[in-house]
Nanobody
Framework: QVQLVESGGGLVQAGGSLRLSCAAS????????MGWYRRGTGAQREFVAL????????TYADSVKGRFTISRDNAKNTVYLEMSSLKPEDTAFYYC??????????????WGQGTQVTVSS
């Protein structure tokens, strides 16, 4: 079993910055990919950013490209989301997603508990 603990959300003014963290612990043999999703009020969960290939490849939603940066510390099994130039429309509950492989379970995707990011205008 794998546990994810997110931190770093909060309230920030438009144009400000925040950094989210998501640390994974438990039975981890290999992490295939790590990513972030978000869900605004009444909206479906949407993709934000993805880190694959051990962090060598990153992908972003068009809405955050150039403003958000995903990174990871493989030694700590932690993924980060640096958010800058924040806009009110970035207000959402942010979830981390980590896909873990073990010999007994194969590949399993886990989700963090979520952290609220609120951007005031």
């Amino acid at each position: 079993q794998v546990q994810l603990v997110e931190s770093g959300g909060g309230l920030v003014q438009a144009g400000g910055s925040l950094r989210l963290s998501c640390a994974a612990s438990g039975s981890i043999f290999r992490i295939n990919f790590m990513g972030w999703y978000r869900r605004g009020t009444g909206a479906q969960r949407e993709f934000v950013a993805l880190s694959t290939n051990g962090g060598g490849t990153t992908t972003y939603a068009d809405s955050v490209k150039g403003r958000f940066t995903i990174s990871r510390d493989n030694a700590k099994n932690t993924v980060y989301l640096e958010m800058s130039s924040l806009k009110p429309e970035d207000t959402a509950f942010y979830y981390c997603q980590i896909n873990v492989w073990t010999p007994s379970t194969g590949s399993v995707t886990y989700w963090g508990q979520g952290t609220q990011v609120t951007v005031s205008s």
